[in-house]
């Protein structure tokens, strides 16, 4: 089955810097990768996705690249605010035509003022 | 608006009873999950269900069960609770369209002692 691999597991910025979370997945079928924020006592939210047909996605400040050789995916957060602060959860899905999510292991985002 | 609700946000059982978190949604949706969330390990899928009387195991789904009787509701029922099952549990819901966004709950931390 899919395995999803992600890193760092902490990650300490000063506001204004650019953050970058990376993930890697173990199978090649897998063709849709969302990426979640998790704030304090919440559930994960949705924020920006990609599909394998894409090299690239923005949405304002956050940004997710896709290498399918590779089999690896980034987020960029670029201009940092406090308000990113957050863990985020990176996964991958197979288009299978049923919707099973693999996530990675989340990655604590720390944005300090 | 429409919401995914979880209850009781907290519970603290006793190693051996039997504990029903509950899930309720108003999207409609059809899809819906459950997800154990532990340091380390990130999200992983208890069970899952694409409609009423549906439901199927995810990776994590020994000692867990659930059942769906109608559309908005999907009770996650630990039948003799375990230290192990100390965890933060999110219910999520999606439509099931292709790539369609999980809805998560605000997640229930459960304590077994």
């Known amino acids: 089955g899919e395995n999803v691999e992600q890193h760092p597991s902490t990650l300490s910025v000063q506001e204004g810097d650019s953050a970058v979370i990376k993930c890697t997945y173990s199978d090649s079928a897998s063709n849709y990768f969302p990426w979640y924020k998790q704030e304090l006592g919440k559930g994960p939210q949705l924020i920006i996705d990609i599909r394998s047909n894409v090299g690239e996605k923005k949405d304002q400040r956050i940004a997710v690249t896709l290498n399918k050789t590779a089999k690896h995916f980034s987020l960029h957060i670029t201009e940092t605010q406090p308000e990113d602060s957050a863990v985020y959860f990176c996964a991958a899905q197979m288009n299978t035509g049923f919707q099973k999510l693999v996530f990675g292991t989340g990655t604590r985002l720390l944005v300090s003022p | 608006d429409a919401e995914i609700t979880q209850s009781p946000r907290h519970k603290i059982t006793e190693t051996g009873r039997q504990v029903t978190l509950a899930c309720h949604q108003t999207?409609?949706?059809?899809?819906m999950f459950w997800y154990r969330q532990d340091l380390g390990h990130g999200l992983r899928l208890i069970h899952y269900s694409y409609g009423v009387q549906d439901t199927n195991k995810g990776e994590v789904s020994d000692g867990y069960s659930v059942s769906r009787s109608n559309t908005e509701d999907l009770p996650l029922t630990l039948e003799s609770a375990a230290s192990s099952q100390t965890s933060v549990y999110f219910c999520a819901s999606s439509s099931g369209e292709t790539n369609s966004p999980l809805h998560f709950g605000n997640g229930t931390r459960l304590t077994v002692t």
């Open positions: 999207w409609n949706h059809n899809n």
